[in-house]
């Protein structure tokens, strides 16, 4: 279980209807064949361990395993038994929690990152930290209350037909608050094809349907990177999939494990949860435990395919016959090489500086180290601007804040980098970052199939206008690039009017999880009611980017993707041209001056959301 990149996690799923309470001795019985079927599984898994002499592991790691997991077992039991009314207060004593250790969860971030207290970078850790998490169970909230009330958790919110037969749900905005603090962003969560409004609206709840149906035991092994991943997974197995969960903290955050076990307090005393810590070998111990029923990870498809088909040579040829030497579900975000597709057009000096800004923040938030990072710009050859753009996208790698490349392994694949293109130019205060052009598809480009996951840059340049350039983009996106989980596409208001319908053509061709039209794929994540994972297809033996979704809040059944669409350019630019948006600078842009004060503000209200919080957060996003 080697990962270039990160150390590995596991997660998977299930679903349907109703509530605990009365009908307790049916709900019992079912538990009770529930509990003997699994029993068998677990059976086949010891003897499936046995006959594939699975590796020895060491008592200390095995007495730890076993005791987390005897205290699922019980746990499980509780839970199936735990109503809605009580699930709702348990998120809410999660939420309270959340809120009281947020800034002891920033402090710790910032040591592991190495970032200092004074730096605009921390607003990075509030966002993709404390509050994302916030706003993941103040969603989970809301959809728990509504299966409470008998009433879907997609209830209220705008569904209608979306292209190829698919139907959507729009998502964000979700309410006065949401409209007024991202204003001009809007997300859509769009349905598998032959998915109707009808059928959204009654299987959305997932597992909460019925709660007393529970689904075992699932391991979750953290992320290293972005910190707030781990406990929405989580979540998501406790909710989507009705299971209660052993999460297996990469080493990197084993310093937040204090925090986490004081947020997850309440679920972790009813043995809902367990948070562990270790290496390779304490993850290998709980994902081939014939007592664990699911497995999720994110990491690198080197990791994903080590778990489930075994390392080394052995591990390649239980690969290439397709024999899975892990014999249970597992789902996976696994990261790729995300391409963002400029659409030329005519753009003031002012949009070429602020979109070479959006770039660069596509690549440098948290220094690279993110599944969904930017790593190549598809650009049109004959664009008249091109020049002009790419001098600005240099000055903008270059005025982005130095920081620590933290991350292990990190400087190894910059270097490989630089001498795999030897026209690879060194950016930034300290030479660190690296840009590389003349990237060609026809030549299996190791741009475009390498998750550098390391402050690397490509530029990829297609002859063509707007109209033959984004069918081109589309076509070298969907069938050159490695993985699927996200794509950006950045275009001038004026040039998507002027494309009309061969624009949204293009959004639904694209094979990904998540599309951003004028805005970053990472807010997606950070929109809790969206979908978050691949685009759907990946087979254990072709992972890509791998399978299933994770956040969804509103537990929407049938996910194919999610659309998010934000402003050209911010406010007030963008009123004075005619556009609809108030939103300045995003606090995400690490040129964000007041990026960590803005974050921090709205952390505080994303505890307490009211209307006094913000002219504060105004104040500070405008002097972004």
């Not at 014999?327 to 002012?350: H, Q």
């Amino acid at each position: 279980m080697v990962d270039v990149r990160r150390a590995p996690q596991y997660r998977h799923r299930e679903s349907d209807r109703g509530h605990s309470g009365p009908g307790l001795s049916s709900a019992a019985t079912q538990r009770t064949h529930d509990h003997a079927r699994r029993e068998g599984r677990r059976d086949d898994h010891r003897s499936r361990r046995l006959g594939r002499k699975a590796p020895a592991v060491n008592t200390t790691i095995t007495t730890a395993v076993d005791s987390a997991l005897a205290a699922l077992r019980e746990g499980e039991i509780a839970w199936g038994r735990t109503s809605l009314a009580q699930r709702r207060e348990l998120l809410e004593q999660i939420h309270a929690n959340t809120a009281a250790h947020a800034e002891q969860w920033v402090e710790v971030a910032a040591s592991i990152k190495q970032l200092p207290a004074d730096s605009p970078l921390l607003g990075e850790e509030w966002s993709s930290g404390p509050y994302s998490l916030l706003t993941g169970v103040a969603a989970l909230i809301e959809s728990v209350s509504a299966l409470e009330q008998g009433r879907s958790p997609v209830d209220g919110f705008d569904i209608h037909p979306a292209p190829g037969g698919r139907t959507a749900v729009e998502v964000f905005p979700g309410g006065i608050f949401e409209t007024l603090l991202l204003n001009g962003f809007r997300a859509e969560v769009w349905t598998k094809p032959g998915v109707d409004a009808a059928t959204v609206r009654a299987r959305a709840g997932l597992g909460q349907r019925t709660p007393h149906e529970t689904g075992g035991i699932g391991v979750v092994l953290g992320a290293g990177n972005i910190f707030s991943i781990a406990p929405l997974d989580v979540l998501y197995q406790l909710f989507a999939d009705n299971r209660v969960v052993a999460l297996k903290l990469n080493p990197i955050t084993d310093r937040l494990q204090p925090v986490l076990e004081q947020i997850f307090a309440p679920a972790i005393d009813r043995g809902f949860v367990r948070i562990l810590t270790g290496g390779a070998e304490m993850g290998g111990a709980l994902v081939h435990h014939p007592d664990v029923d699911a497995v999720h990870m994110t990491g690198s498809s080197v990791t994903h395919d080590a778990i489930v088909f075994g390392p080394g040579p052995d591990g390649a040829k239980r690969k290439a016959a397709n024999d899975p030497l892990l014999r249970k579900p597992i789902t996976s975000e696994l990261g790729g090489v995300s391409p963002t597709i400029v659409i030329p057009g005519r753009w003031s000096d002012a949009d070429l500086r602020f979109q070479a800004e959006h770039l660069v923040t596509q690549r440098l938030h948290n220094n690279g180290y993110n599944c969904i990072a930017s790593q190549v710009a598809v650009i049109s050859a004959d664009w008249p601007q091109k020049q002009q753009f790419l001098a600005e996208l240099r000055a903008a790698f270059d005025r982005a804040p130095a920081r620590a490349d933290y991350y292990p392994g990190s400087a190894d694949r910059v270097a490989a980098a630089r001498h795999h293109y030897r026209n690879a130019e060194p950016l930034g205060s300290g030479g660190e970052r690296t840009l590389i052009t003349g990237i060609q598809p026809e030549n299996s480009e190791d741009a475009l199939h390498t998750e550098y996951f390391a402050p690397v840059y490509g530029v990829l340049e297609l002859a063509g206008d707007a109209s033959e350039f984004l069918a081109r983009a589309v076509e070298v996106s969907n069938n050159e690039f490695e993985g699927t989980l996200g794509i950006n596409i950045i275009a001038h208001p004026g040039t998507i009017r002027s494309l009309g319908a061969e624009f949204e053509s293009a959004i639904e061709q694209l094979r990904y999880g998540t599309i951003a039209v004028n805005a970053w794929t990472a807010v997606g994540y950070l929109t809790a009611r969206a979908t978050w994972g691949a685009f759907p297809g990946h087979t254990l033996s072709d992972i890509q980017s791998g399978i299933g979704v994770v956040h969804n809040a509103l537990l929407i059944d049938e996910p194919e993707r999610t659309v998010l669409r934000g402003p050209f350019r911010p406010a007030p630019r963008s009123l004075l041209r005619g556009e609809l948006s108030l939103s300045p600078k995003p606090p995400w842009f690490v040129t964000n001056r007041t990026a960590a004060t803005t974050m921090r503000r709205l952390t505080t209200f994303a505890k307490k959301p009211g209307a006094a919080a913000l002219p504060g957060i105004f104040a500070s996003a405008l002097r972004g």
